[in-house]
């Protein structure tokens, strides 16, 4: 009897101990204020906070390159990440830790050209570009490695969910004024521009208007105002009439448009009835695609620095982390 | 006790105790105040008092009660240190100061009950202002750290550096030309503590949960650089007789340098400071070459008054129990609206009123010295409402400031405007125009857009003096505005503001300009000559002893004081001379019962 009266205060006690050590484990730790859902970051001491997720995990990845010997890429504004991406992916790093700087599509068409750099990622050439190359001797060799679309967004208040294509480029050069004569409301449609030197407005005129001329826009609607074309179209009071266009890539990665707030004020336009996202663009659904390319020397021999890397963005891995920052691959 | 009943019994035992260890940590975690903040909902209503006592015989219920919420400035002290390398050297001939080869200021808080947490952030201050130090030969590098913000239990610290490197013979950039041979180097960040933990807080806290203030930043990212462009200069086409937009220099346009800074934010490269009235965000462009800036980072500010109902700092970091030995400060400041609340009017008779608010987030020191400067204003005026009894003066005086520091003497930060608007007489109605003031305040703009509080200032100006020039029919309206040490007047002719270099404020007597006499000096009481006598060594910078002569001369606006500096008869010029004679014989004889005519 003794012997088990024993047992049961030693048990007692364990049990007490057990469940006093859990209490002050988990309030030791809830030092400072929680409120539900919203942790602060804590403990991270450094001078920039990162909010975002990573964006692949970093296992146990080959890395093929070094900090010393990684080939020289040059590229346009639009492929900043995407040259992170592959950059990261290959030197198997986080893409936080990657910075880089593009010299814009024109410049680097010159530095491939001169032999100053071993690849670019750019968009198409231009006439410009190719008389250069030709100037210089050189062959440019064009491999499309990731695919891009243009799109137009209007306010999701308007009714009109889809557009044809003669349509857009009618809005565009004036010959189609209200949104009464594509489906629509009885209200003008504000048409907003870009300023001449941006990415997009260069966009609209190769991808959509082909040689028709663009309407002059009335002076406010030139986007050289304050507000972003995005931020006017999704204005609740005044964004109804309003259409905007800009890159897909753009517009989701700054504005997360696929989700959250601006989603539900903006709705990308459909084009003859398809309505952009990763798989139309993908599958070549989409009417206004258009890509990013791999440009290298075409004298460039087998087995070189350029050509290897250029393989291995082409590659799964390369492929992979391109989506992975949101870019529609091929 | 058999083995069964044992059993029995602990397993019983076990089960209690789990459920009681459950509550208590249930309970201990609810305690804290973590509250779940929404958008929208929360805001908490207070009603005070402490504008209505402050006003006097005017309308009332003109938007009087003031429904903001309060929060507390942090009770800390800031010792400030500096550490510096080298052989001290003046830059240039005429220094009066000396510069180091590396100078590093930054500071150190005290005042927290938590000395483990003090130190904390104090370590994570001193690490910020050495790692902000670049590397390389230099002539001179200086790192400066500083308060940014400091309210409601977080303390926001910025954090610059810079560097002059001078380019030698050789370098590519070496101008032979020139004796110009020197590279800027400068960059900056922030960081910013909750003091009850003493680690550094994220965007998100002081926002409310669940909103996308990434969207936020984009936008307001895009006004910055859409600011900019509008502003540069655009170059002119002479084929065309156009303006063309300026050169992007590369950069391509506008979305597309939006798209480059909202990638880095994507990846983190960017930091934050909270004052009081905005959140600073500084995107670092870190692909960019250090040496040209331009957009190697972007600031982008929010402003919290538009804002509000989507800003959570003020309550997020709050503590039951006060986080500070000397307990929680008694500077209470308004949530948002504090530089607009209207909270301390004058009146004096009928010829003049002043309306100044208060600006409700400065400390003690400065509040002292404002009240100093503004009650001499107040005595200024009123000699002039004697002096012009057919007009009728208005004056609109009201502080703006850069950001709150917490030192005492950090007026600089400070502006004050003034509207000075002299009307002919009975044409401005008090309770109408107190109304027009009241209501421009309370809603000084229509848009979300306009939220940073630079527009604000304006807007509110701007809608007062609009109202005046509406009710002046006489078309003699004189208004003068005074911003900031500079005067500007508003030019018919020209229809805007110019500025206005000559203008001579309010003197009592041209003491300066011309012999006077006895007819110059009528009409003025003891008071006013006292004042003009004293005003003739005040133009020289006197600083007076008298304490109602120093208060009246500091609410002067030409009055340029030398700390210490007594002026002497001898310094005088001869017409002053004379005059000084003329106005001290007259208040002898006026003490003496003489009297002169009015």
């Keep these: 009897m003794n012997k088990n009266?024993?047992?049961?205060?030693?048990?007692?006690?364990?049990?007490?101990?057990?469940?006093?050590?859990?209490?002050?484990?988990?309030?030791?730790?809830?030092?400072?204020?929680?409120?539900?859902?919203?942790?602060?970051?804590?403990?991270?001491?450094?001078?920039?906070?990162?909010?975002?997720?990573?964006?692949?995990?970093?296992?146990?990845?080959?890395?093929?390159?070094?900090?010393?010997?990684?080939?020289?890429?040059?590229?346009?504004?639009?492929?900043?990440?995407?040259?992170?991406?592959?950059?990261?992916?290959?030197?198997?790093?986080?893409?936080?830790?990657?910075?880089?700087?593009?010299?814009?599509?024109?410049?680097?068409?010159?530095?491939?050209?001169?032999?100053?750099?071993?690849?670019?990622?750019?968009?198409?050439?231009?006439?410009?570009?190719?008389?250069?190359?030709?100037?210089?001797?050189?062959?440019?060799?064009?491999?499309?490695?990731?695919?891009?679309?243009?799109?137009?967004?209007?306010?999701?208040?308007?009714?009109?969910?889809?557009?044809?294509?003669?349509?857009?480029?009618?809005?565009?050069?004036?010959?189609?004024?209200?949104?009464?004569?594509?489906?629509?409301?009885?209200?003008?449609?504000?048409?907003?521009?870009?300023?001449?030197?941006?990415?997009?407005?260069?966009?609209?005129?190769?991808?959509?208007?082909?040689?028709?001329?663009?309407?002059?826009?009335?002076?406010?609607?030139?986007?050289?105002?304050?507000?972003?074309?995005?931020?006017?179209?999704?204005?609740?009071?005044?964004?109804?009439?309003?259409?905007?266009?800009?890159?897909?890539?753009?517009?989701?990665?700054?504005?997360?448009?696929?989700?959250?707030?601006?989603?539900?004020?903006?709705?990308?336009?459909?084009?003859?009835?398809?309505?952009?996202?990763?798989?139309?663009?993908?599958?070549?659904?989409?009417?206004?695609?258009?890509?990013?390319?791999?440009?290298?020397?075409?004298?460039?021999?087998?087995?070189?620095?350029?050509?290897?890397?250029?393989?291995?963005?082409?590659?799964?891995?390369?492929?992979?982390?391109?989506?992975?920052?949101?870019?529609?691959?091929? | 006790m058999s083995k069964k009943v044992l059993i029995i019994v602990l397993s019983i035992f076990a089960v209690l105790a789990i459920m009681v260890t459950g509550v208590l940590i249930g309970f201990s975690i609810n305690s804290r105040k973590g509250s779940k903040l929404e958008s929208s909902g929360d805001v908490i209503v207070e009603q005070t008092n402490d504008i209505v006592t402050n006003l006097r015989e005017i309308d009332y219920t003109l938007g009087i009660k003031n429904l903001n919420d309060k929060f507390t400035m942090n009770n800390i002290e800031i010792e400030d240190l500096k550490y510096t390398e080298g052989k001290g050297f003046k830059r240039y001939s005429w220094s009066t100061t000396y510069d180091y080869p590396i100078e590093i200021s930054y500071f150190r808080i005290s005042g927290l009950k938590n000395k483990q947490i003090q130190d904390k952030v104090n370590e994570r201050i001193k690490e910020l202002a050495f790692n902000m130090l670049p590397s390389g030969e230099a002539e001179k590098k200086t790192v400066s750290v500083n308060v940014h913000g400091n309210f409601a239990n977080v303390l926001s610290v910025s954090a610059s550096y810079s560097m002059d490197v001078q380019r030698k013979p050789g370098d590519p950039n070496f101008n032979y030309d020139s004796d110009y041979n020197r590279d800027y180097y400068y960059g900056s960040c922030y960081i910013t503590f909750d003091l009850t933990t003493g680690n550094e807080i994220t965007l998100a806290d002081v926002f409310v949960d669940n909103y996308n203030f990434k969207q936020l930043i984009a936008n307001k990212l895009y006004n910055s650089l859409a600011w900019d462009y509008e502003y540069q200069e655009w170059i002119y086409d002479p084929e065309t007789d156009t303006y063309n937009p300026p050169e992007d220099q590369g950069r391509g346009g506008l979305e597309d340098r939006q798209f480059i800074l909202m990638h880095q934010f994507d990846k983190g490269n960017y930091s934050f400071a909270v004052t009081q009235s905005s959140v600073d965000v500084s995107i670092q462009n870190a692909g960019t070459d250090p040496f040209n800036p331009y957009d190697s980072s972007r600031n982008v500010y929010i402003g919290m008054e538009a804002y509000k109902d989507k800003i959570a700092i003020f309550n997020r970091f709050q503590t039951e129990q006060s986080i500070y030995e000397k307990g929680d400060s008694d500077d209470k400041r308004y949530y948002f609206i504090s530089e607009y609340t209207l909270k301390d009017m004058h009146e004096f008779d009928d010829n003049l009123f002043i309306y100044y608010n208060e600006e409700a987030s400065y400390r003690e020191g400065y509040e002292m010295q404002y009240k100093e400067w503004l009650n001499g204003r107040i005595s200024a005026e009123k000699t002039y409402a004697k002096q012009n009894p057919s007009k009728q003066l208005v004056e609109f005086i009201y502080q703006t400031y850069d950001y709150v520091g917490t030192y005492p003497d950090n007026a600089e930060g400070y502006m004050i405007n003034i509207v000075r608007a002299e009307l002919p007489k009975n044409v401005f109605d008090k309770a109408s125009g107190m109304d027009k003031l009241i209501n421009t305040i309370r809603h000084p703009v229509d848009t979300e857009e306009e939220d940073y509080w630079y527009y604000s200032d304006d807007t509110i100006v701007e809608s007062f003096i609009k109202y005046l020039q509406d009710i002046d029919t006489s078309g003699s309206l004189d208004i003068v505005k005074w911003k900031n040490g500079a005067y500007y007047k508003y030019d018919r002719s020209y229809g805007s503001y110019r500025e206005y270099l000559d203008y001579d404020t309010f003197f009592v007597l041209p003491s300066d300009e011309k012999v006077l006499t006895e007819e110059d000096l009528k009409g003025l009481d003891i008071e006013a000559l006292n004042t003009a006598y004293n005003e003739i060594f005040a133009r020289y910078g006197h600083d007076f002893t008298n304490k109602s002569l120093r208060s009246y001369f500091l609410g002067q606006l030409w009055y340029a004081m030398e700390s210490g500096k007594k002026v002497s008869v001898e310094e005088l010029s001869d017409v002053e001379k004379v005059n000084l004679d003329l106005i001290s014989k007259t208040i002898a004889f006026l003490r003496s019962g003489g009297v002169t005519e009015t």
């Design chain 1, 5 to 330: 009266v024993g047992i049961l205060i030693a048990g007692i006690i364990v049990i007490a101990l057990i469940c006093g050590g859990v209490y002050y484990g988990v309030t030791r730790n809830n030092i400072g204020i929680l409120s539900d859902g919203q942790k602060s970051k804590s403990g991270e001491m450094v001078v920039n906070s990162n909010d975002t997720e990573e964006d692949f995990v970093i296992g146990e990845r080959e890395a093929f390159y070094t900090d010393d010997d990684y080939p020289v890429v040059d590229g346009s504004t639009a492929t900043i990440p995407l040259a992170e991406a592959f950059e990261a992916e290959f030197k198997a790093k986080s893409v936080n830790d990657v910075n880089i700087k593009h010299s814009t599509t024109h410049p680097a068409y010159e530095r491939l050209i001169s032999g100053e750099v071993d690849l670019i990622l750019v968009t198409y050439p231009s006439e410009e570009e190719f008389k250069m190359a030709e100037k210089a001797g050189v062959e440019l060799e064009i491999t499309p490695v990731v695919n891009e679309a243009f799109v137009f967004y209007n306010n999701i208040l308007n009714p009109v969910k889809s557009l044809t294509f003669e349509q857009i480029q009618k809005i565009y050069t004036g010959e189609i004024t209200n949104w009464k004569e594509v489906g629509g409301e009885d209200l003008p449609i504000k048409a907003y521009q870009r300023e001449p030197n941006s990415g997009s407005q260069t966009g609209i005129l190769k991808l959509v208007m082909k040689g028709l001329k663009m309407m002059d826009a009335p002076v406010e609607d030139i986007i050289g105002e304050m507000f972003s074309i995005i931020s006017l179209v999704s204005d609740y009071d005044n964004g109804k009439n309003a259409i905007g266009y800009s890159y897909y890539y753009y517009a989701t990665t700054m504005y997360d448009i696929m989700d959250k707030e601006i989603a539900d004020r903006i709705h990308l336009l459909g084009v003859n009835g398809i309505e952009p996202n990763n798989q139309t663009i993908k599958d070549g659904s989409y009417p206004i695609r258009t890509n990013y390319y791999i440009v290298i020397n075409a004298a460039e021999p087998e087995g070189s620095p350029a050509r290897v890397l250029k393989d291995r963005m082409l590659g799964e891995r390369g492929q992979k982390a391109a989506e992975a920052v949101g870019y529609v691959g091929m």
